[in-house]
């Protein structure tokens, strides 16, 4: 028992930040990325982690989390009706943070997935084709459609960003 | 300004390099050999610090305890609860009355009876795990 509680911290420790900043992007609700992401690590614990590499670990990990923000978003969508937002002030940041929103529901859903995990969650190219279930190349296709979209989309938060300088993250 | 201009292979070939995904060191180097390519390149990673816009979320691991957020051990320990009550429950189905509230404890909120199974009540009260709290009868909260 003492050995699997303490894998499973490991697991947590390793994916627990990533999949929260997933989840957020993908649900752009932090109180329901917060439950998700602990949904996500009680289902860990429930199942059998599979005899794989860590690749493949975190690759099944984000599967999960993946498959639960896609039921969460099909029963918000049935329970609810959303809220239009275009007239309400919002501060210069919240107006970003909505300017990004819009922008990634814009993107085919599949193209979205792929791109939020790569970009929220880290994921690889071969993590992402094995929690998406498709092939290195589809995953390198819809980044390219996903990026080539949000760069039209995003385009004045992007000039602005390159005015303060840009990194590699 | 307008999105650089590159073709599917250039932007490939910048976009794994911007992913650290191995690519072919002289396929990089046409690709970042035009301003077109370059300009790409800065676009990715402007992209990426757009989307990665701190305001829109804080990484659980940094934020300050607080009482409903469950640090990493707590939900470990939660889970270790749920594999062996689970494995418990499975086996005691047919004794009544099952107890059910180190379940609850982990979901935080009363599970409902299933349907199929006649004997074990609904738990009526919810116990949520959180650090430094003397669980002891008699203990205090």
């Known amino acids: ?169 | 300004m307008e999105p650089a201009n590159v073709d599917m292979h250039t932007s490939d070939v910048i976009a794994a390099f911007v992913d650290r995904e191995r690519v072919d060191p002289i396929a990089l180097k046409q690709a970042l050999s035009t301003d077109d390519g370059r300009d790409h390149l800065i676009e990715l990673l402007a992209l990426r610090e757009v989307i990665a816009e701190p305001a829109a979320f804080v990484p659980v691991a940094s934020t300050a305890a607080h009482a409903k957020r469950w640090p990493a051990r707590v939900v470990t320990a939660a889970a270790a609860v749920v594999v062996a009550v689970a494995g418990y429950q499975a086996g005691a189905l047919s004794v009544a009355p099952a107890p059910t509230t180190s379940a609850s404890v982990v979901a935080g909120s009363a599970p409902e009876a299933p349907a199929n199974v006649a004997t074990a009540p609904a738990p009526t009260s919810v116990i949520y795990l959180e650090p430094g709290v003397d669980w002891h009868q008699g203990g205090a909260n």
């Open chain 1, 1 to 169: 028992m003492t050995h699997l509680v303490a894998d499973l911290e490991l697991l947590i420790a390793d994916h627990q930040a990533g999949v929260f900043r997933y989840l957020c992007r993908f649900l752009g609700q932090r109180e329901a990325a917060r439950d998700l992401t602990q949904e996500v690590f009680l289902r860990v614990a429930r199942a059998n982690v599979p005899d794989t590499t860590a690749d493949g670990r975190r690759a099944w990990i984000f599967r999960i989390a993946r498959n639960l923000a896609l039921n969460h978003v099909r029963d918000e969508r049935r329970s609810r009706h959303s809220v239009a937002l275009a007239d309400v002030h919002r501060p210069a940041t919240q107006e970003l943070t909505v300017a990004i929103e819009q922008a990634l529901a814009s993107l085919a859903e599949l193209d979205r997935d792929v791109f939020l995990l790569r970009e929220s969650g880290g994921l690889s190219y071969a993590e992402i084709a094995a929690a998406c279930e498709m092939t290195d190349d589809a995953v390198r296709a819809r980044l390219r459609r996903a990026r080539q979209q949000l760069r039209e989309r995003l385009e004045r938060p992007i000039v602005d960003q390159r005015a303060r300088g840009v990194r590699l993250l």
